[in-house]
Structure formats: structure tokens, C-alpha cells
């Protein structure tokens, strides 16, 4: 097994290098326009300018941080009430009936289609990209928490009922165990999700953050900046996902290492 996850190491390096010097190549001999595909060693001139200068007179370090800090906020009130709720909603068949209609009407909908709704509900300050985040990553969490609930055989229930269980032990000895992975699997593909409603999110009257970074760079062809932030905000987003994958073994390990 060691041997095997080296391995795949190994080839997952080798094609991030291979992808990294062909991008050198094509940019450094002018293949390709830098102003369209700045190469990496021009990226990282300007990686070292914004760390040491800045942004909009804002530190990288703070873009960073405010925008971790909307996501985040976000994202835990998204899964503290999504999962209880999704849970609550494949356990009841009448809760689900009720609420069923909403969210499969507002889950499809396009994030950035709610900003005109959301600056006039809850103003430009910080609510209004709260509930962009927020919603992006709720939604999908009912959705999935329900059918993680829904796909646990109903064999596995009634036997617990013959044995005489309570509904509180079937639901922790029978339900859960068996919906965990399941659940997990929807939690970190929401917080995906959600994290890519940051971007609009902060179009909403923003002066900081990454997504704005991204957004006004691109309004003065800072082609440089723009791949910065979007490098910024996939390297953050395949971090969160290792911290869910790592809480994932910690919380219900008999889900496996996925």
C-alpha cells in the first residue's frame, strides 16, 4: 500500500513539473502572448511584489484572511444546520415532502442570479456575501445529507426494530454508521462548491479579498494577478478538502481513507 501511494506520488509530481516547464516553454519563447499566459517564473516575480507590497493597498496576507474568514464563517453554520435538517428530512417522509419542493427549485438556481436580491435584503456590508456562501454550500448539504440518509436499506432498520432498539440507537448504531461516508462525501464537495461562490460573493460592493483581487486585476489586464488569485484560491481549496479528508478519518474512521 505504501509502495502503491509513492508511486502515485511520484507520477502526480512528474505531471505538475511536466505541466509547470511546458507553461515556461510556451511563455519564455513566445509562444504564447504573456499577456494572455504570464509563464510561471513572471508569475512568481509577482507573487514576491504582492506578498511584500500588496494589493489595493491591502496585504495579500489580510486578501487571504478576510476571504478565508467569509468562507469559513459560511461554511460551518452551512453544515451545522444542513446536516441536522438533510438528516431530519431522509428520517421523515412528510419533512421531506415539505421542504423537498424549495430546495430542488433554489439549488440549480446560478449563485451570482441572488446578488441584485441580496444587496437589496441585506445591504453591501459583510451579510450579503455571508448568505452567497452560505447558500451555495446549504443547499447541497440538504440535499446530500437527505440521500446519504435515504440510501441506508430498510433491512438494516427493521431488524434493529425486531431486536427491540430505540429509534435514538437505530439512528446511531444502524443510520449513521452506514450514511457517514456518504455524508462526508457531501460535506466536502459543498465546501467546494461554496468555496467557489466566494468569487461572487465578493463582487458584491467588495474592496478586499481574493475574489475582488481577481475581479480588479482582470478589469486592468493584470493577467499575472488574476492567475495568482486563482492559484491562491485552488491551492486553499484542495487544503480544505485534506483537513475534511484528515477529520473524516478522525471522526469515522471505519469509513475508510478516501
Not at 507573487?47 to 496576507?61: E, F, M, N, P, V
Not at 433554489?106 to 447558500?135: M, N, Y
Not at 492567475?227 to 485552488?234: A, D, F, H, T
Request: hydrophobic share 55%; with cysteine; glycine share 12%.
Amino acid at each position: 500500500m505504501a509502495s502503491r501511494r509513492t508511486r502515485q506520488g511520484a507520477v502526480s509530481a512528474l505531471a505538475v513539473v511536466a505541466v509547470l516547464g511546458l507553461w515556461q516553454v510556451a511563455g519564455g519563447s513566445g509562444w504564447v502572448d504573456t499577456l494572455f499566459l504570464p509563464p510561471p517564473s513572471e508569475l512568481l516575480g509577482t507573487l514576491a511584489g504582492l506578498w511584500q507590497s500588496g494589493y489595493g493597498q491591502i496585504s495579500l496576507a489580510r486578501h487571504i484572511g478576510i476571504s478565508l474568514a467569509r468562507a469559513l464563517s459560511a461554511f460551518v453554520v452551512a453544515v451545522g444546520i444542513g446536516v441536522p435538517l438533510g438528516l431530519a428530512m431522509g428520517l421523515h417522509g412528510g419533512l421531506n415532502a415539505a421542504l423537498n419542493p424549495f430546495v430542488q427549485f433554489l439549488r440549480p438556481l446560478p449563485k451570482i442570479a441572488l446578488i441584485p436580491l441580496t444587496i437589496v435584503w441585506l445591504g453591501i456590508d459583510e451579510a450579503s456575501k455571508f448568505f452567497l456562501i452560505f447558500i451555495a454550500t446549504f443547499l447541497n448539504v440538504l440535499v446530500g445529507a437527505t440521500a446519504a440518509v435515504q440510501g441506508v436499506p430498510h433491512g438494516y432498520v427493521r431488524v434493529a426494530q425486531t431486536l427491540g432498539l430505540r429509534r435514538w440507537q437505530i439512528f446511531w448504531r444502524v443510520v449513521f454508521p452506514h450514511c457517514a461516508a456518504d455524508l462526508f462525501t457531501t460535506i466536502r464537495l459543498s465546501v467546494g462548491i461554496g468555496w467557489t461562490a466566494l468569487v461572487a460573493a465578493e463582487l458584491v460592493a467588495s474592496t478586499s479579498g481574493v475574489g475582488w483581487m481577481i475581479i480588479n486585476a482582470g478589469s486592468y489586464l493584470r493577467t499575472d494577478v488574476v492567475m495568482i488569485g486563482i492559484v491562491i484560491l485552488g491551492l486553499i481549496g484542495y487544503a480544505l478538502d485534506v483537513v475534511l479528508v484528515a477529520l473524516q478519518r478522525v471522526i469515522v474512521p471505519w469509513t475508510g481513507k478516501s
